[in-house]
C-alpha cells in the first residue's frame, strides 16, 4: 500500500515524505534521549548524596550523637567540611521535627554554598519561615514541605534506604535526599539533603533549545531546498514531460520549452537537445513523405509508358516497330529499376551516417584515389580523361566521413560523365581559401552546361533534365550530393564555365 502511494506521487512529494518520515524518527529518537539525560544527571548528584549520607551517619553512630537541637547543631558545626558542595542539610527526628539545619548555622557561606544568603535567627523562626514558604509553594506549585516528604519516606517501601525526590518550580530545580538514622538497633531520626540542581535543569533546556534550533533549520534547509528542487529542476521536468507529450499525441499546441533552453546548464542543454531532436526527427518524416510522393509520382511515367508499350507490342506485326517498343519497355524498366535502387540506398546511407563519426581526413587523398579508378574504367571505354590539379605541397585536410567524401566526388564524376561526349576531358581542382579559410573542390566538364537559369534546380530531386541515356540515372545523384556535402558543413553551387563550354560544380568545405 505504502509502495504503491509513493509511486503514484510526484517527485516533489516523495521527496518531501520521505524527509518527513526521516524527521519522524530522528525526532522520536531525540524525544528518547532526552528522556533519558534526567535520569542520567540525577543519579550521578544522588551518587554523591548518598556518599555523603553514609560518611555522616558512620560519624554519628561512632560518635554516639543524640538527635536533639544542641548536638545536632554542634556536630554539624564541627563537620561542616563534608557539605561543602551542598546547599542544605537538615536532620529530623522520629516525629519528623527539624532538629538540625545548615541554614541556621552561624557560618561563613562559603563553607556551604556560594550561591545562598545565610541569614542568623533561631531554629523556631526559621522553621516557622521555612513552613511558610513552602505552604506559599504548596499553594501555587502543589509542592511538598520537607517534613511531608520525610513523612512519606517513612511511610514508603523505599524506608531504610537512600530516597532521592525531585521538587521542581518555576524558578528551581531541587534534589532532596533522604535516608533514616539508626544507632544499630532503633530508629532515632532522619537526614535529608537538599541541593538545588538548576545546573540540570539549563542542561536539559539547552538540549531542548538546540534540538528545536536545529529542527527549525532542517526545516527551513528542506523548504527553501523543495522550492529550489521544484523551480529548478521539477518544473523544467514537467516542462520537458509535456513537450513530449504533444510530440506523442500530435499536439499543435505550443510549449513553453524555449524557456528551459534558455538556461545554461544540463536540463538546458538536455531540452536544446530534444527539441533539436524532435525537429530533425519531423524534418526526417516530411522528407520521408514528400520523398514517397515524389517517388510514386516518378515511378508512374514510366509505368504508363511500359502499359502503353505493352498494349501495343502486342497488336504491332512490324519488326522495326516492335523493336523500338521493346527498346521503350527496357528503358522504363531501367529507370524504375534506377529509382528503387538509389531510393534503397539513400535510405541505407541515412540510416549509416547517424552511425558515423567524422574525423579530420586529406580530400587530396580521397579525390586522386577516385579519379584514378573512373580513368581505369571510363578512358579505355569512352576515351574520357579525368584530370586533378591541387598544390602538391599542400594538405588538403577537412573534418568528414570518408566514404561519403568518395560518394559526392563519384557521384559527381559520374553525373559529368553523362553529360559528356567521348574524348572529351573533365578536371578536378583542389584550391584553397585562405582569406575565408575554406577548402574549394571544383568539378568541370566539356558537356552542354545549364541550360536552366536557376542552377539550384538540378539538386532537388528527380530533376527531370537528363541525358538521352536517361534510365542510368535516377534523378537523385545531385540531391544526394547536397544532403552529403550539408552534413559537413558545406555548401555547393553550380554554374556554366564561364568563357568555355561545359558546366561547373564547385563544393566549399570548412578547413579543420
Known sequence: M????????????????????????????????????????????????????NNTVDHIRR??????????????????????????????????????????????PRSFSQRLEIIEMNIQDKDKI????????????????????????????????PYTFVQE????????????????????????????????????????????RTALVVAIVILIFSLVLNRYFLKPIKILVNFTKSIKEKNKQKTNIQIVKNRNDEIGILSSSLDEMTSELNSR????????????????????????????????????????????????????????????????DEVAITNEQMKKIDLKLIAESVVDDFNSIHNSKNGIKIKINSNKSIKYNILGIENRIEQIIANLLDNSISFSRENQTIKVILSRDEKEKNIILSVIDEGEGFKENDTSKIFKRFYSNRPNKFGEHSGLGLNIVKNLVELHNGKIYASNNVGQKGALIEIIFPKV
Open 2 to 53: 505504502l509502495s504503491s502511494f509513493i509511486k503514484n506521487i510526484s517527485i516533489l512529494k516523495k521527496f518531501l515524505f520521505i524527509n518527513l518520515i526521516v524527521f519522524i524518527i530522528f525526532g522520536s529518537l531525540t524525544v528518547i534521549y532526552l528522556k533519558g539525560i534526567q535520569p542520567n544527571l540525577i543519579n550521578k548528584k544522588t551518587s554523591n548524596h548518598i556518599n555523603i549520607i
Open 63 to 108: 560518635l554516639k550523637i543524640q538527635f536533639n537541637k544542641d548536638d545536632i547543631r554542634k556536630f554539624l558545626f564541627s563537620t561542616r567540611f563534608l557539605f561543602q558542595n551542598l546547599d542544605r542539610v537538615m536532620m529530623f527526628d522520629n516525629k519528623f521535627e527539624l532538629i538540625g539545619d545548615t541554614d541556621t548555622l552561624d557560618l561563613d
Open 130 to 161: 521555612s513552613n511558610k514558604k513552602n505552604i506559599i509553594q504548596k499553594n501555587k506549585n502543589k509542592s511538598k514541605t520537607f517534613s511531608e516528604i520525610v513523612i512519606d519516606y517513612s511511610k514508603s517501601s523505599d524506608f531504610g534506604k
Open 169 to 212: 518550580n518555576y524558578d528551581q530545580f531541587l534534589l532532596i535526599t533522604i535516608k533514616n538514622v539508626n544507632d544499630g538497633k532503633n530508629n532515632i531520626g532522619y537526614l535529608a539533603i537538599s541541593e538545588k540542581a538548576n545546573d540540570i535543569r539549563n542542561a536539559i533546556n539547552e538540549r531542548k533549545i538546540f534540538v528545536f
Open 285 to 348: 518524416i516530411n522528407t520521408a513523405e514528400n520523398f514517397s510522393t515524389d517517388l510514386v509520382h516518378e515511378i508512374r511515367n514510366p509505368l504508363a509508358s511500359l502499359k502503353s508499350a505493352s498494349e501495343i507490342i502486342s497488336e504491332t506485326t512490324d519488326v522495326i516497330q516492335r523493336r523500338k517498343l521493346v527498346d521503350i519497355l527496357l528503358h522504363d524498366v531501367e529507370r524504375i529499376e534506377r529509382l528503387i535502387t538509389d531510393y534503397s540506398q539513400m535510405l541505407k
